[in-house]
């Protein structure tokens, strides 16, 4: 077996004589005897070598696809090849949260331009430091806005899977949590108008949304307003490079799932929960913050800041208990937007879009699939067909495609990114086209 | 330097192929400005961030004594069989029969935290220590809601706790009532006996407590609970000094979370990404998030879930680490490493309590916490003079001010990796800073000297928060 | 300074006929440190006598800040939204709030509270 502790023989002789004890045992003597645990029920330890191989059986029960055409809530982009090794390196990797100023100013700093360019992509005036996904970032954002009002509303089609969070952060607060379903795939802004009323803290929407439609957001944060509720835009980090901002939208909060920014799919996790805020809410604002400061000789310095909003210091009274951030996540963020870049970033969100476009339009041309809503999206689609059964599932495995996500016995939601290309689609068409 | 202020129009790094397809230009309403994104070359944005790193100090880097943190040794075997393609890229809703692997490592997982913890069950889902506490506390509701017991509104928690406690119970609307340790630092059991009742819906509570002391009452506390008809949480973050010595479950507590990136290994990446799985006996099991993981116990019933508390399974690739560390460990090497981790504070507490007074001179569990009152008084050199002047040294400060109750805490966990060589030299370093302190206490004011910056101005920081870049500079 | 009053919790009072401005003491604001925020009430909120109508933030702490008198909030000092530090500088200028008094608590003379300050 391998361990990591490090004593000798002799070593355990000296320092349990140091400590006046003459067993590894006399040192829990205030632990109650009848509490001991005679042996764990675990395996025996194993190499470094052992446990790799154990992996390695394991790992080849899964099915590593070549093109992923699958999306709704984690997504395939492509990951440049300097992020994982940066963010590899030790000094960013084992350490922990920067409490310590004087060493630690190069995760502050890469925090720092974090906060900076979630505010560039958002629109909005803050952002923190991260939370842990875009769950509990709608989760914090009910928080946020339920300060008098206890009612929120989730109008349209947001992930399923946000929502569930949303639905137990609501059920912690006891706030009442409305669901308005979606028309013609997007916002019932009828529906909407007559369950917001001046009890509503705040309405949440996403775009694009669950079935990849771009909804007039603008829209839906004037209705909100009028009625004294706050807007929560949940935005697609890629797709932000394009559509107007969150803020030009006129919303008070923006959220997103970070993933998209350099972090692989991993099986739903560690992701990035973006959380950007209007200014005024900074103080409702949870989690770690970065401010710039000077050292005591006017040199430039970053520091955690605006601490007596938290947990640590607030205790019951702090608005959240979060108190660590996806620092290692939102680091690969920073480093993934700074390596695409400007113009890399337009050509991703230019590929991503030509791409589902042209795949839709081929797979409408097929017969028996039609593209189920009318209204614009970004790089998802919902796809109705009579077709997509098990026959064309089992091809497109074959071809080493995951395709689209089936929500139910026609539909199914399909994703196109910067990495798949135009054969590999073609070959999705012919597959559709040849399954009877 | 920012990145932004390295970068320079038109400069472009990464690029893609050529559309193959046709071009399709968005009708949907376009942001008015392009976001401020840099515009750097490959080569430029490596070396910031190469020299970023360089600005920063982890376990790899020296001694990090942090207190309640367990910044003990992060195996690089686990980096890599979690960066394997076959968990990288999986994406979490392909179907059952392709992901087999995927739930294999959660299966492991949640059946070995169940042994290493005496609990039944586990939720794997919550992503750090503060959300595990919030997710238990919830069940706890849960509980007590399907009971129809609506008039336990109360969470205790001792003076002691960390502050996520008071905080993570807030958030499910609990009050909160406060009970005081005794003078061996433990629960006050008389004082807790006058807080329990009717409207007690649980305790929560660290065992080895922030003191670092294992509270011999800990059976007497938590039946005063049951017997109240509350229930009890457990607060893993210090599970690293007892892990495969005694179990939560079998001290009478219901739930609790435990901290994948403390105890199981896992690095800390900078302050995330962690895992808080959650769990519990099984007379909570079927309130846990869905979908659970391991041997379900008998009776589970998944409608009866509080819901999920994070997308998709949690932070998996968290997990897979873990999963690795307790596959190497085995069940000798746990019990291995929470002993040694306890071998450890005790030698170096053996070894600094000449120069400086324990809060609690006491046996301690895997950590243990100074007071510099006295120091304090004597020579006007604080806890914080201490634990800056260690910064010139290459070593991490311990935990500063916590707990709340000890006056200038410094609170110190050399964690079960650390050779004595290492712990010799940190309390010699200790050791000289308090001459300094007794010496020259005006010298240790100004510290750390060796660092890129010194002390930051906390308050200009706070007063007039600059909390982005100002691009019209 | 001769007219004003003091609770034990360490806030002054200045009564001006059915009126009285609230801030905090030169001892509470030693004790506090900088003072980096302050998280004013709004006009027209009610306080009760020994209640917090406001905390007052430092670096590494937040206070309640504790209602000497009962009665309805006419104004609030909003300068120190922007200016926390006027605590620090000139405690008794800085005022918090003004509240139009329905009840009020036995309060210490200038003297009183000095002698219980130390």
Same mark, same amino acid.
């Given at each position: 077996m391998?361990?990591?502790?490090?004593?000798?023989?002799?070593?355990?002789?000296?320092?349990?004589?140091?400590?006046?004890?003459?067993?590894?045992?006399?040192?829990?003597?205030?632990?109650?005897?009848?509490?001991?645990?005679?042996?764990?029920?675990?395996?025996?330890?194993?190499?470094?070598?052992?446990?790799?191989?154990?992996?390695?059986?394991?790992?080849?029960?899964?099915?590593?696809?070549?093109?992923?055409?699958?999306?709704?809530?984690?997504?395939?982009?492509?990951?440049?090849?300097?992020?994982?090794?940066?963010?590899?390196?030790?000094?960013?990797?084992?350490?922990?949260?920067?409490?310590?100023?004087?060493?630690?100013?190069?995760?502050?700093?890469?925090?720092?331009?974090?906060?900076?360019?979630?505010?560039?992509?958002?629109?909005?005036?803050?952002?923190?430091?991260?939370?842990?996904?875009?769950?509990?970032?709608?989760?914090?954002?009910?928080?946020?806005?339920?300060?008098?009002?206890?009612?929120?509303?989730?109008?349209?089609?947001?992930?399923?899977?946000?929502?569930?969070?949303?639905?137990?952060?609501?059920?912690?607060?006891?706030?009442?949590?409305?669901?308005?379903?979606?028309?013609?795939?997007?916002?019932?802004?009828?529906?909407?108008?007559?369950?917001?009323?001046?009890?509503?803290?705040?309405?949440?929407?996403?775009?694009?949304?669950?079935?990849?439609l771009?909804?007039?957001?603008?829209?839906?944060?004037?209705?909100?307003?009028?009625?004294?509720?706050?807007?929560?835009?949940?935005?697609?980090?890629?797709?932000?490079?394009?559509?107007?901002?969150?803020?030009?939208?006129?919303?008070?909060?923006?959220?997103?799932?970070?993933?998209?920014?350099g972090?692989?799919?991993?099986?739903?996790?560690?992701?990035?929960?973006?959380?950007?805020?209007?200014?005024?809410?900074?103080?409702?604002?949870?989690?770690?913050?970065?401010?710039?400061?000077?050292?005591?000789?006017?040199?430039?310095?970053?520091?955690?800041?605006?601490?007596?909003?938290?947990?640590?210091?607030?205790?019951?009274?702090?608005?959240?208990s979060?108190?660590?951030?996806?620092?290692?996540c939102?680091?690969?963020?920073?480093?993934?937007?700074?390596?695409?870049?400007?113009?890399?970033?337009?050509?991703?969100?230019?590929?991503?879009?030509?791409?589902?476009?042209?795949?839709?339009?081929?797979?409408?041309?097929?017969?028996?699939?039609?593209?189920?809503?009318?209204?614009?999206?970004?790089?998802?689609?919902?796809?109705?067909?009579?077709?997509?059964?098990?026959?064309?599932?089992?091809?497109?495995?074959?071809?080493?495609?995951?395709?689209?996500?089936?929500?139910?016995?026609?539909?199914?939601?399909?994703?196109?990114?910067?990495?798949?290309?135009?054969?590999?689609?073609?070959?999705?068409?012919?597959i559709?086209?040849?399954?009877? | 330097?920012?990145?932004?202020?390295?970068?320079?129009?038109?400069?472009?790094?990464?690029?893609?192929?050529?559309?193959? $397809?046709p071009?399709?230009?968005?009708?949907a309403?376009?942001?008015?400005?392009?976001?401020?994104l840099?515009?750097?070359?490959?080569?430029?944005?490596?070396?910031?961030?190469?020299?970023?790193?360089?600005?920063?100090?982890?376990?790899?880097?020296?001694?990090?004594?942090?207190?309640?943190?367990?910044?003990?040794?992060?195996?690089?075997?686990?980096?890599?069989?979690?960066?394997?393609?076959?968990?990288?890229?999986?994406?979490?809703?392909?179907?059952?029969?392709t992901?087999?692997?995927?739930?294999?490592?959660?299966?492991?997982?949640?059946?070995?935290?169940?042994?290493?913890?005496?609990?039944?069950?586990?939720?794997?889902?919550?992503?750090?220590?503060?959300?595990?506490?919030?997710?238990?506390?919830?069940?706890?509701k849960?509980?007590?809601?399907?009971?129809?017991?609506?008039l336990?509104?109360?969470?205790?928690?001792?003076?002691?706790?960390?502050?996520?406690?008071?905080?993570?119970?807030?958030?499910?609307?609990?009050?909160?009532?406060?009970?005081?340790?005794?003078?061996?630092?433990?629960?006050?059991?008389?004082?807790?006996?006058?807080?329990?009742?009717?409207?007690?819906?649980?305790?929560?509570?660290?065992?080895?407590?922030?003191?670092?002391?294992?509270?011999?009452?800990?059976?007497?506390?938590?039946?005063?609970?049951?017997?109240?008809?509350?229930?009890?949480?457990?607060?893993?973050?210090?599970?690293?000094?007892?892990?495969?010595?005694?179990?939560?479950?079998?001290?009478?507590?219901?739930?609790?979370?435990?901290?994948?990136?403390k105890?199981?290994?896992?690095?800390?990446?900078?302050?995330?990404?962690?895992?808080?799985?959650?769990?519990?006996?099984?007379?909570?099991?079927?309130?846990?998030?869905?979908?659970?993981?391991?041997?379900?116990?008998?009776?589970?019933?998944?409608?009866?879930?509080?819901?999920?508390?994070?997308?998709?399974?949690g932070?998996?690739?968290?997990?897979?680490?873990?999963?690795?560390y307790?596959?190497?460990?085995?069940?000798?090497?746990?019990?291995?490493?929470?002993?040694?981790?306890?071998?450890?504070?005790?030698?170096?507490?053996?070894?600094?309590?000449?120069?400086?007074?324990?809060?609690?001179?006491?046996?301690?569990?895997?950590?243990?916490?100074l007071?510099?009152?006295?120091?304090?008084?004597?020579?006007?050199?604080?806890?914080?003079?201490?634990?800056?002047?260690?910064?010139?040294?290459?070593?991490?400060?311990?935990?500063?001010?916590?707990?709340?109750? $000890?006056?200038?805490?410094?609170?110190?966990?050399?964690?079960?990796?650390?050779?004595?060589e290492?712990l010799?030299?940190?309390?010699?370093?200790?050791?000289?800073?308090?001459?300094?302190?007794?010496?020259?206490?005006?010298?240790?004011?100004?510290?750390?000297?060796?660092?890129?910056?010194?002390?930051?101005?906390?308050?200009?920081?706070?007063?007039?928060?600059?909390?982005?870049?100002?691009?019209?500079? | 300074?001769?007219?004003?009053?003091?609770?034990?919790?360490?806030?002054?009072?200045?009564i001006?006929?059915?009126?009285?401005?609230i801030?905090?003491?030169?001892?509470?604001?030693?004790?506090?440190g900088?003072?980096?925020?302050?998280?004013?009430?709004?006009?027209?909120?009610?306080?009760?006598?020994?209640?917090s109508?406001?905390?007052?933030?430092?670096?590494?702490?937040?206070?309640?800040?504790?209602?000497?008198?009962?009665?309805?909030?006419?104004?609030?000092?909003?300068?120190?939204?922007?200016?926390?530090?006027?605590?620090?500088?000139?405690?008794?200028?800085?005022w918090?709030?003004?509240?139009?008094?329905?009840?009020?608590?036995?309060?210490?003379?200038?003297?009183?509270?000095?002698?219980?300050?130390?």
């Open positions: 391998s361990k990591y502790t490090p004593h000798t023989k002799e070593d355990l002789e000296v320092m349990l004589k140091a400590v006046g004890a003459v067993s590894l045992d006399e040192l829990y003597k205030d632990a109650p005897k009848e509490l001991m645990v005679e042996e764990l029920k675990l395996n025996e330890g194993m190499s470094q070598m052992a446990v790799e191989k154990a992996f390695q059986k394991i790992t080849a029960q899964n099915k590593v696809y070549d093109t992923i055409l699958r999306g709704c809530g984690a997504y395939d982009h492509y990951i440049p090849a300097p992020v994982s090794a940066l963010i590899g390196r030790s000094e960013f990797l084992t350490a922990y949260t920067p409490y310590q100023p004087e060493i630690s100013q190069g995760i502050l700093q890469s925090i720092f331009e974090y906060q900076t360019l979630m505010c560039e992509l958002s629109g909005m005036d803050v952002s923190n430091a991260s939370v842990y996904d875009v769950g509990t970032a709608v989760g914090e954002s009910i928080i946020m806005c339920c300060e008098r009002k206890n009612k929120v509303i989730v109008a349209g089609a947001v992930n399923p899977q946000t929502v569930a969070v949303a639905k137990t952060y609501c059920k912690a607060g006891n706030t009442q949590i409305v669901e308005i379903q979606p028309k013609n795939g997007i916002v019932d802004i009828e529906a909407l108008k007559a369950a917001i009323d001046t009890d509503t803290a705040c309405v949440i929407a996403q775009s694009p949304n669950f079935f990849g771009i909804e007039d957001m603008g829209v839906l944060a004037q209705i909100s307003h009028e009625k004294g509720a706050k807007f929560v835009y949940i935005f697609n980090p890629i797709a932000a490079t394009v559509l107007k901002t969150p803020k030009e939208c006129g919303a008070d909060i923006a959220v997103a799932e970070g993933q998209p920014l972090m692989p799919l991993s099986y739903g996790g560690a992701y990035l929960g973006i959380l950007t805020c209007d200014e005024k809410m900074i103080r409702r604002m949870p989690g770690r913050v970065v401010g710039q400061t000077v050292d005591k000789n006017g040199k430039t310095a970053y520091v955690l800041t605006l601490q007596a909003r938290e947990q640590h210091i607030r205790r019951e009274k702090a608005l959240s979060i108190c660590s951030n996806q620092a290692l939102a680091l690969t963020a920073v480093i993934y937007l700074s390596l695409v870049g400007k113009e890399g970033m337009r050509q991703v969100a230019d590929a991503c879009v030509s791409k589902a476009h042209y795949l839709a339009q081929q797979l409408s041309a097929v017969k028996g699939i039609k593209i189920k809503y009318q209204g614009e999206f970004f790089n998802e689609f919902t796809v109705e067909t009579d077709k997509y059964n098990k026959d064309a599932t089992k091809a497109l495995d074959k071809a080493g495609i995951l395709g689209g996500l089936k929500i139910n016995d026609t539909d199914s939601i399909w994703c196109v990114t910067e990495k798949a290309d135009k054969a590999t689609l073609d070959g999705v068409v012919s559709f086209k040849e399954v009877k | 330097m920012l990145i932004f202020e390295k970068s320079v129009k038109g400069r472009a790094s990464i690029q893609l192929d050529k559309l193959d $397809v071009h399709y230009e968005l009708k309403q376009k942001r008015n400005a392009q976001a401020r840099p515009e750097i070359s490959e080569q430029d944005a490596v070396r910031h961030y190469t020299e970023l790193s360089r600005k920063a100090h982890g376990v790899d880097n020296g001694f990090y004594p942090l207190g309640s943190c367990t910044m003990k040794y992060n195996p690089r075997v686990n980096e890599v069989i979690a960066a394997d393609k076959a968990f990288a890229n999986i994406h979490p809703l392909q179907e059952e029969e992901v087999k692997g995927c739930t294999q490592v959660m299966d492991e997982l949640s059946d070995y935290l169940c042994a290493i913890t005496g609990m039944d069950a586990f939720t794997l889902q919550p992503a750090a220590g503060a959300h595990g506490e919030f997710t238990g506390i919830m069940l706890i849960a509980y007590h809601m399907s009971r129809n017991d609506t336990r509104t109360k969470i205790i928690v001792p003076d002691s706790a960390h502050g996520t406690n008071p905080a993570s119970a807030h958030m499910c609307d609990f009050d909160i009532v406060s009970v005081p340790s005794n003078a061996q630092g433990g629960v006050d059991i008389e004082e807790l006996k006058k807080v329990v009742g009717p409207d007690t819906a649980g305790l929560m509570l660290t065992n080895p407590n922030t003191l670092g002391l294992f509270d011999k009452n800990i059976l007497k506390i938590t039946e005063i609970v049951h017997k109240a008809g509350g229930l009890c949480y457990y607060d893993g973050a210090n599970l690293n000094a007892i892990m495969g010595v005694v179990r939560p479950g079998d001290m009478g507590f219901d739930c609790m979370h435990l901290n994948i990136h105890t199981f290994s896992t690095p800390h990446g900078g302050g995330g990404p962690g895992a808080g799985p959650v769990g519990c006996k099984k007379s909570l099991a079927s309130f846990l998030p869905t979908p659970v993981f391991g041997k379900l116990p008998q009776g589970y019933d998944p409608k009866k879930s509080i819901g999920k508390v994070k997308t998709f399974y932070n998996f690739s968290v997990l897979v680490k873990g999963l690795a307790i596959k190497t460990l085995g069940k000798e090497g746990i019990k291995d490493a929470a002993q040694k981790a306890v071998l450890n504070a005790n030698y170096l507490l053996s070894l600094v309590k000449k120069d400086y007074d324990l809060a609690y001179d006491r046996i301690c569990m895997h950590e243990f916490v007071s510099l009152q006295k120091l304090k008084d004597e020579t006007g050199v604080s806890a914080m003079d201490v634990a800056k002047a260690m910064l010139d040294y290459g070593m991490h400060p311990p935990t500063m001010y916590f707990p709340l109750i $000890v006056h200038e805490a410094l609170m110190l966990e050399p964690t079960e990796t650390e050779s004595r290492t010799i030299k940190a309390a010699q370093v200790l050791n000289t800073i308090k001459q300094q302190a007794v010496a020259d206490s005006a010298s240790l004011h100004d510290s750390p000297k060796t660092t890129i910056i010194g002390r930051v101005d906390e308050v200009r920081a706070a007063r007039q928060p600059v909390l982005k870049y100002d691009f019209s500079k | 300074m001769e007219n004003l009053l003091f609770s034990k919790s360490h806030e002054w009072v200045k001006e006929g059915n009126k009285a401005k801030g905090l003491s030169d001892y509470a604001q030693h004790e506090l900088d003072i980096v925020y302050v998280n004013l009430p709004s006009v027209g909120d009610k306080v009760t006598i020994g209640e109508f406001t905390d007052v933030e430092s670096v590494k702490a937040v206070s309640e800040v504790y209602s000497p008198v009962s009665g309805t909030i006419t104004a609030v000092n909003e300068e120190l939204e922007s200016q926390p530090e006027l605590i620090n500088n000139a405690p008794y200028d800085a918090i709030i003004v509240v139009e008094v329905s009840e009020k608590d036995e309060l210490l003379t200038k003297e009183e509270y000095d002698k219980f300050c130390k």
